[in-house]
């Protein structure tokens, strides 16, 4: 600093502080030598306080305001460098300001995922992250603990330390509530308030006061959100049975009108598959007729139908790379006749419990072996 720097730093009366940069917790004032006039002029700005330090020790604490420096207003720091009445020399001291307002969406998160039990799912892993606000609540215990002589403290310097604090707390806190993992959204606001009540007394220490404490998200890992996402697909569908009948006749309908290939068998196939179809949709649409007709006391027009014992059993198989049927037990026959299905074709019933070669069927041995082995070619 040159010559003149210091004799402007002497008369300067004016000591404030006008902060721009929105993360600034603890600004010094910087002056010469840390001389300040008797009488000079101190202006605090709302949301900051002055605080005076005197050879390391702490001194006066100004409120926002405007105050003029003299021995009746700084009655700690006169008490400290044995000021007698109407001391009107500069003096050396240390200033710091102080700002106390609310600092917002500082946030947090799990690094590592959570393990705990859940009643449901049993052991699973939970990450979170979410956000907190906080302010300087003792600003002489805050500079005393954190920020010391650092002529210049902004708010990364504390969130780490702070958010390392949230983090532990909170992982603690998540394993002893005990909720079921698809309940923990109805529950984050009380849990968040919870956790803040929780860790106030903690980061008293620092002079920091936790404003608020918000949850934003608690997410279960990839795989396990998938497995949820099929269960309420099922759930969405409903009746498995009719879902599959759906989507057979769907894709009867584009066999149908797939012109490559082999065409004909597409459309006997087709034409096998809508008939079986429809015949079922018709049979449930006389059964639905006919209980109409029973609240209705009329004679029989005729004998009752005949009962033929139980029903046919229906097969699907995958043609083509595409699933196709149902066919009784005769169509099926003469498809494996066209060769259309062999022993290595995917057969389903109902009763299976998964798609299985027609070669590993008990069923359809005596079928398959009714084929005769392809034609040899004729030797040259």
Not at 137 to 161: C, K, L, M, N, V
Not at 185 to 210: F, T
């Amino acid at each position: 600093m040159g010559l003149w720097d210091k004799i402007k730093g002497e008369f300067i009366d004016v000591i404030e502080w006008v902060d721009d940069t929105g993360n600034s917790i603890v600004w010094k004032f910087p002056r010469y030598g840390n001389e300040i006039k008797n009488g000079a002029q101190l202006i605090v700005r709302e949301s900051q306080v002055a605080v005076f330090m005197h050879e390391g020790e702490m001194g006066d604490i100004f409120p926002p305001g405007r105050h003029e420096l003299t021995t009746n207003n700084m009655p700690v720091l006169t008490t400290l460098q044995s000021w007698k009445y109407g001391f009107g020399s500069p003096f050396k001291c240390d200033i710091f300001f102080v700002s106390t307002k609310q600092f917002t969406d500082l946030k947090w998160g799990t690094r590592n995922p959570v393990m705990m039990r859940d009643p449901e799912f049993g052991p699973i892993r939970l990450r979170a992250f979410g956000s907190y606000c906080m302010r300087v609540s003792d600003p002489g215990q805050f500079i005393r603990q954190i920020a010391g002589t650092d002529t210049h403290f902004e708010t990364e310097e504390i969130t780490g330390q702070i958010r390392n604090i949230l983090v532990s707390r909170f992982a603690d806190a998540l394993a002893e509530a005990r909720i079921p993992a698809l309940d923990l959204a109805a529950n984050y606001n009380e849990m968040g308030s919870m956790l803040q009540e929780r860790l106030q007394p903690e980061i008293d220490q620092y002079g920091i006061e936790l404003t608020k404490f918000l949850i934003e998200n608690i997410s279960l890992p990839d795989e396990v959100e998938r497995a949820l996402d099929k269960r309420t697909q099922m759930g969405v569908i409903g009746n498995m049975n009719a879902y599959t009948q759906f989507q057979t006749a769907e894709a009867i309908e584009k066999m149908a009108e797939n012109p490559g290939g082999s065409g004909s068998a597409m459309g006997m196939i087709a034409g096998m598959g809508m008939g079986n179809i429809m015949g079922g949709t018709m049979q449930g649409a006389a059964g639905q007729a006919a209980a109409g007709q029973q609240s209705q006391p009329q004679a029989p027009a005729g004998p009752p139908p005949l009962n033929t014992g139980t029903p046919p059993v229906l097969w699907y198989a995958a043609i083509n790379n595409q699933q196709a049927g149902p066919f009784t037990q005769q169509q099926l026959q003469d498809l494996v006749q066209q060769r259309q299905i062999t022993a290595d074709t995917l057969v389903w019933r109902q009763g299976m419990t998964d798609w299985t070669r027609a070669g590993d069927v008990a069923e359809l041995d005596s079928m398959l072996a009714m084929v005769p082995p392809p034609f040899p070619p004729p030797t040259q």
